[in-house]
């Protein structure tokens, strides 16, 4: 354990972490039958690229930030246990399972299968879930905020405890466990890290501080972002535990690109809410930029296959790992 949690430690204090985040499974050409193929190529080429982790969403229907909702979407702990055959070293989660979408003992027990099948390289993403409008189709409840807040709170509670415990048992307003078995056990000490998606002020960075390995977030401006982090860090107090156990990362819009066609080619294929999100850069620019977020102290980001689609992008991403892994090192 003790070998496990220095590369941990090392990885967030001393590193930079980059996901690669796979929110559409549409691709011109591809049809289904080979559109499992093209999206394990898509996860190597991230892997080659020196990408540390690879997630997909976990929704039912498209979402409308990335395209209209009629758009494949494949479920995503099926999705992931493949992909953990046809990958060797990326860790490997959602970004984020909603809470109200799987009973938490069974997601619990899903993450754990999947840190088995990984040989260790799952990660639990989960959030409060958003998306009412997969909720009605599927006929899923869907509670008010506050309700869904503290289901989040318990399903953590409980995942925590079936990662940990031979034979835990938990009673809350909406969710029990009583000598819950979880076997095999998660290859991980004390199981996969926790990733806690969102950034609500009073209750999701509260839950962050109290039960979270990792937060994600989304870029916004400096001073926004910072205002963030102080809150959060204010929570950490509250419940005692140290903010740099916690690994923040945020998602960028970054469109990489080695000329201006190839800016305006990638530019137009994104919904008009992303567009108005992405920033182009080159290499080097979009390193500065990256650097400044590590200054005001997040240590990972993710880029979106929606943008990155073809091995020849993914590469050029990977271009842009080097130069920001090269200068934290010499910094």
């Known amino acids: 354990m003790g070998m496990f949690m220095g590369l941990w430690a090392f990885l967030v204090h001393m590193s930079v972490l980059f996901g690669f985040h796979m929110p559409t499974f549409t691709f011109p050409g591809v049809a289904n039958d080979g559109l499992f193929d093209r999206v394990a190529k898509n996860a190597q080429a991230a892997e080659k690229a020196g990408f540390d982790l690879v997630t997909v969403m976990d929704h039912f229907y498209q979402i409308s930030g990335i395209g209209p909702e009629t758009e494949p979407m494949m479920e995503a702990y ?60 599927y006929g899923i409840e869907f509670p008010p905020i506050g309700q869904r807040m503290d289901r989040l709170d318990e399903a953590l509670t409980i995942a925590k405890l079936m990662f940990t415990q031979d034979r835990p048992s938990f009673e809350g307003k909406y969710y029990k466990i009583d000598r819950a078995l979880n076997v095999p056990r998660p290859i991980q000490p004390g199981g996969p890290k926790i990733l806690i998606g969102g950034t609500g002020e009073k209750r999701t960075l509260r839950l962050l501080a109290q039960h979270g390995d990792i937060g994600h977030w989304f870029a916004a401006s400096l001073d926004e972002l910072k205002r963030k982090k102080q809150i959060f860090e204010e929570h950490c107090e509250a419940v005692k535990r140290d903010p740099s156990e916690v690994l923040l990362t945020l998602g960028v819009t970054l469109v990489l690109a080695e000329n201006e066609k190839d800016a305006a080619a990638i530019i137009a294929g994104l919904t008009p809410e992303r567009r108005a999100m992405a920033t182009v850069a080159n290499v080097q620019q979009a390193a500065e930029l990256i650097g400044k977020y590590m200054d005001a102290g997040f240590g990972g980001f993710t880029f979106n296959n929606n943008i990155y689609q073809t091995e020849e992008s993914i590469g050029l991403a990977g271009e842009l790992i080097k130069v920001v892994r090269g200068s934290s090192v010499k910094a």
């Open 78 to 137: 099926t999705t992931l246990s493949a992909l953990a055959t046809q990958t060797s070293h990326v860790k490997l989660g959602t970004l984020v399972t909603g809470v109200t979408y799987r009973n938490p003992a069974l997601l619990a027990k899903q993450v754990t299968a999947l840190d088995v099948i990984s040989k260790g390289r799952a990660i639990l993403g989960i959030g409060a879930a958003w998306n009412e409008s997969e909720h009605i189709g």
